[in-house]
């Protein structure tokens, strides 16, 4: 069962690289989440949110 743990953290550390720390340069060379945060927050503010 070791094995599959070490397979399942490598996973998830690589899912947290991939959408928080990666910069993305098409959106500004920034995070995924973090547009994503932006965004929303943008759409809550012009009261654009449902």
């Known amino acids: 069962m070791e094995g599959l743990d070490a397979v399942e953290y490598a996973t998830l550390e690589w899912v ?4 928080n720390r ?13 547009r994503e945060r932006t965004y ?11």
């Open 40 to 50: 929303y927050r943008q759409l809550e503010e012009s009261g654009e949110a449902a």
């Open 22 to 34: 990666r910069l993305l340069e098409p959106i500004g060379n920034v995070p995924p989440a973090e």
């Open 16 to 19: 947290d690289w991939f959408n």
